[in-house]
């Protein structure tokens, strides 16, 4: 007779992958200012400034799903953006339940250039390296990754994909896209809701422990690229001068993997606040 038993070590990649999404939020607010560059009254090819941002999401998920875990996390960072094409970034993530509960800082460092006269098509590269409260050699603290985006009217479109190396490496993909629904739009004020859509894949490890009669037990582990999550954004989005809000509702529809069950929808609400100054 013989029986199989799944065990989901996944779950440990599950939440390394979820620093890795922190660090994004940090970056997506950057690469979307070197895209838009009509949106600011300053000619950014000829500028050089910093951008400091600070979010804060009343909830925490791990890739969407929910391990009961009640707690909230915010996200400081400062960027330093020469022209339309180069930035620095400096940011970590503050999680009220872990133990540090500052659990990482990375520095990023990328560059981004327009491939079209029009500079509705964008190419963006990114190398950050992540310093972890806690050493576990399957953490990782290198990550280099590659972002296409395309912009045109209120239609926004982007592919991310990222490699995470130094510990257990992983591969992951991101895409997803927007339509931008202007509610006021003058020289002072622009307000607008951005409704949004994005798919998660990421590579994870899956373990089987198959069982033969009563000592012969195998575990065979073996590597999986599937998606893991769908996320809705409904972000309001005001731009006032140099200031830039953004109070959004956020769903996640967790795909269930090999071995998971009963996962159910879960929801949340974010505010970020971000502030140019030019040097």
Sequence with gaps: MKKFV???FFLFNIYCFSQTEEEDAILDSIIDELSSADSLSMNLSKTNYIYTTFSFDESVFFAGRDFEINQFGFTPSISYMRGENFFVSLGSTYFSELNPAWDFVSISSGYSLFLDQ?????????YSRVFFSNNEEELNPNRISASLAFKRNNVSLRCLAGYLFGGAPSFYISTGGGYQIPIIDNNSLEISLLPQMSFLLSEQTLSEQIISGFFNIKTLQRDV???INTQLNFPLQLDIGNWDFQFSYNINLPKALAGETNLSPTRYLSLSVGYFSTL
């Design 225 to 227: 690229f599937d998606l």
């Design 6 to 8: 799944f065990i989901g």
């Design 118 to 126: 029009k500079k509705e098509l964008s190419l963006s590269g990114i």
